[in-house]
């Protein structure tokens, strides 16, 4: 490997969310344990070099004051979408800046529906698009994915239909890949959901922030890229960030290729006077967008991968009664305990607090959905991740 993705970062003292919060009510870390950082969404791995050569080069230049977009920022995107999603066509003008996607989800949730209206939701779901409805006033109405025979979670069409039918909802949120089932869907299911949200005239939302990692040979297909319907009514956003671990940059952007609703979107958006890029995230995104950051990338798959077949082998031989899919993208790993906390008589908040006590620090899933979920960043160095299941054997299961 030319990158290293083995040592262990101290992100103590360095702002970090993951290290300095503990996301579960009541929960301690034991005395004189370390704390592994395995929930939020970013990941324990210096970002690309290319990430910070770009930004450090900006930074020689002591002058912040107002600036424009780069060609180089646009060309980056453009660039990108080609290599990574095989979008060919993608210009300038259907491309927008966001202040994270959670940003862009509120903009569209203004634009396109009033408060007390219905928005729907493929359960189990980020825990952040919970909180957007919740803020906007709007009523989160959550169609359940369904786990087929091999365990592989599955939309529900029919169901979906029926919500939108019986809420009359206007904006449907999709999530591709899906965060926290780690689910990429194909070519053929997009266009499932797609199909229905045209019977019954929908917006889409479709967020593919994670659509950089996938894994094991699963493709990313771009929402937008299954149908003539879906080119027209989706709002599709990307980021940087979870790929790069850049969340804390900010610097996420949408793309929309039909121009009118582009205008109606871009409009709402201007009316709060929030929604302007940093120089340095800009930077950051030419950077990570750049040849070298693609090779960093490809390394960091692989790194993804293991680490994912080595957490679901251990469950499956360690913690009997603990279910798991394996993820096909993302690096989120999403357990359901029910049957183990029915077979050994435990409550999922008192197993919940265990793991922490031990310095994993996890994520109460059923947030998420689900009843006695738990969900867990895989990101971290092997050794980091050996060290957590080891821990979670000797004193969690
Ligand atoms: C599916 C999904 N969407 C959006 C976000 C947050 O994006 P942003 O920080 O750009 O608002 C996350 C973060 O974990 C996520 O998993």
């Known amino acids: 490997m030319k990158y290293d993705f083995d040592s262990i970062l101290d992100r103590r003292g360095h702002d ?27 990941m324990s791995f210096p ?36 290599r990574r999603n095989g979008v060919e066509d993608l210009t300038r003008d ?9 940003g862009c989800l509120s903009t569209v949730i203004a634009a396109f529906t009033m408060p007390g209206e219905s928005v729907l939701f493929l359960s189990p779901v980020y825990v952040g698009f919970q909180g957007t409805m919740e803020k906007t006033g709007r009523r989160v109405v959550r169609s359940e994915l369904v786990k087929d025979s091999r365990g592989i979670y599955r939309m529900d069409f029919a169901d979906m239909d029926r919500k939108i039918k019986e809420n009359n909802i206007r904006l449907a949120v999709f999530c591709s890949p899906h965060n926290p089932c780690g689910r990429v869907w194909s070519r053929e299911e997009i266009r499932g959901a797609m199909d229905v949200f045209e019977k019954n005239n929908c917006i889409v939302f479709s967020d593919e922030i994670w659509s950089d990692l996938v894994l094991d040979g699963h493709r990313h297909v771009p929402t937008q890229s299954v149908s003539d319907y879906a080119k027209h009514h989706c ?153 957590a299941f080891d821990r979670l054997d000797s004193s969690v299961f």
């Open 16 to 42: 970090a969310l993951a290290v300095e919060m503990i996301p579960i009510p009541g929960a301690k870390v034991a005395d004189g344990v370390s704390r592994i950082p395995m929930w939020v969404a970013d």
């Open 47 to 82: 970002t690309a070099p290319a990430v910070t050569e770009a930004v450090r080069k900006r930074l020689e230049h002591p002058c912040f004051g107002y600036y424009m977009p780069t060609d180089e920022y646009w060309d980056s995107i453009i660039g990108w979408q080609r």
């Open 94 to 102: 259907e491309i927008g800046y966001e202040n994270g996607v959670l």
């Open 235 to 387: 709002i599709a956003c990307y980021a940087p960030s979870k790929t790069f671990s850049l969340a804390g940059l900010i610097g996420s952007y949408h793309i929309i290729r039909d121009a009118g609703l582009k205008k109606t979107v871009d409009d709402k958006a201007a009316e709060t006077g929030y929604n302007h890029m940093n120089v340095l995230s800009m930077h950051a995104l030419t950077g990570a967008y750049s040849q070298e950051g693609e090779e960093w990338l490809e390394e960091l798959l692989k790194v993804l991968s293991r680490n994912i077949h080595y957490a679901c082998d251990y469950i499956a031989a360690h913690f009997p009664g603990v279910s798991v899919t394996v993820p096909e993208g993302t690096y989120m790993l999403f357990l359901d305990c029910e049957e183990y906390c029915r077979n050994k008589g435990r409550d999922m908040d008192e197993l919940l607090r265990a793991g922490i006590a031990s310095g994993v620090i996890w994520q109460d899933g059923r947030t998420f959905g689900g009843t006695h979920t738990i969900r867990m960043n895989l990101a971290v160095p092997y050794s980091m991740l050996q060290d």
